[in-house]
């Protein structure tokens, strides 16, 4: 199985500040097909998850420009410009390249 | 807009079984590969199982495999899974989602599946 890991475990951030966090896979997330399936989720307080990021790079619909992911094979990034305190949340990588598919443990945005 | 909205959950014993159902709505149902995602308490993400868009294809991780069987029924518009040989370990928010280009667009609010005696 494909091991997502996150770091850091946790972040504190002042409000319009950047942060990023970094998603590694125990290996390259790339398809057969070419393409790299590593998404990024946010799970606010109480809230299900919500898709941000797709295919590394790609904002879902409805998500700000604040929100880029960027990385390649095994290593990823997401990145999040002028934090809002509706970013509050714990955030998630997943990987769907093969299955199981699989999540990181997380990483809990919160504010300075 | 799309909605999915999970019932069937509750307390359970271990060893006996229990029937989740999605209802799903705002989008063309039978288009979609569909998944299950559970979330232990005060843990994280763990992705339960998948569903092709015919139902001819599933996909589970060993922790549940022989246990769970994911099903659909596109005339419904509605997602199962039947949970069999519940363990304490199955305790969970379990999250039905749209399972779109590897990864999961659409969740529901999901439903809380506690199996203790």
């Known amino acids: 199985d494909v091991v997502m890991t996150q770091t850091p475990v946790s972040l504190s951030v002042s409000l319009g500040g950047q942060v990023s966090i970094s998603c590694r896979s125990s290996?390259?997330?790339?398809?057969?097909?070419?393409?790299?399936?590593l998404s990024w989720y946010l799970q606010k307080p109480g809230q299900s998850p919500q898709l941000l990021i797709y295919?590394?790079?790609n904002r879902f619909s409805g998500i700000s420009d604040r929100f880029s992911g960027s990385g390649s094979g095994t290593d990823f990034t997401l990145k999040i410009s002028r934090v809002e305190p509706d970013d509050l949340g714990v955030y998630y990588c997943?990987?769907?390249?093969?299955?199981?598919?699989?999540f990181g443990a997380g990483t809990k945005l919160e504010l300075k | 807009e799309v909605q999915l909205v999970e019932s069937g959950g509750g307390l359970v014993q271990p060893g006996r079984s229990l029937k989740l159902s999605c209802a799903a709505s705002?989008?063309?149902?039978?288009?979609?590969?569909m998944a299950w995602v559970r979330q232990a308490p005060k843990k994280g993400l763990e992705w339960v199982a998948t569903?092709?868009?015919?139902?001819?294809?599933?996909y589970y991780p060993d922790s549940v495999k022989g246990r769970f069987t994911i099903s659909r029924d596109n005339a419904k518009s509605s997602l199962y899974l039947q949970m069999n040989s519940l363990k304490s370990e199955d305790t969970a928010t379990y999250y039905c989602?749209?399972?779109?280009?590897?990864?999961?667009?659409?969740w529901g609010q999901g439903v809380m599946v506690t199996v203790s005696s």
């Open positions: 989602a749209r399972h779109w280009i590897g990864g999961f667009d659409y």
């Open positions: 569903i092709s868009t015919s139902g001819s294809r599933t």
């Open positions: 705002g989008f063309t149902f039978s288009n979609y590969y």
């Open positions: 997943g990987q769907g390249t093969q299955y199981p598919n699989t």
């Open positions: 290996q390259s997330l790339v398809h057969n097909n070419g393409n790299t399936y």
């Open positions: 295919k590394v790079s």
